[in-house]
């Protein structure tokens, strides 16, 4: 879908500060996977346990997803679980997975993993992510 080509375009309302998508690599009905910016890439210091940028742009992801599947926008709602694995690369990129569903009309249910370039290092996963329309 063309939004998977242009994310910050039509489904995302966030500016440079916060375009953390670099480049989505696939966008089909199981999912969205994409190379994102992680804190360090984005300019953004301090010393984070977990990556702010990475955590968003899954979220942002899902919101794409969603747009590309119905062309509803959506907001996230709740996240269930967050795990780790190990420290997240300072500066770079990282590959975010999405699979995702829609359970109801109104509702997005997805899980993301994080992983290196190279897909070989996980760093994190978030389980039980939910969003909702906005016409809901």
């Not at 309302?13 to 989505?24: L, S, T």
Request: hydrophobic share 45%.
């Amino acid at each position: 879908p063309a939004v998977c080509d242009a994310p910050y375009v039509d489904a995302l309302f966030h500016g440079r500060a916060f375009a953390v998508i670099r480049e989505v690599l696939t966008c089909d009905a199981s999912g969205i996977t994409a190379r994102l910016a992680t804190a360090g890439s984005m300019g953004w210091s301090g010393a984070w346990q977990l990556d702010p940028a990475a955590l968003d742009g899954a979220l942002q992801l899902l919101r794409v997803w969603g747009f590309a599947q119905d062309g509803k926008p959506s907001l996230p709602t709740g996240i269930g679980a967050c795990e780790q694995w190990g420290a997240w690369p300072v500066s770079g990129d990282v590959i975010c997975h999405i699979s995702a569903t829609r359970e109801q009309a109104s509702r997005l249910k997805a899980t993301a993993l994080f992983t290196d370039v190279t897909g070989t290092t996980v760093f994190a996963r978030l389980t039980d992510i939910v969003m909702h329309t906005q016409d809901s």
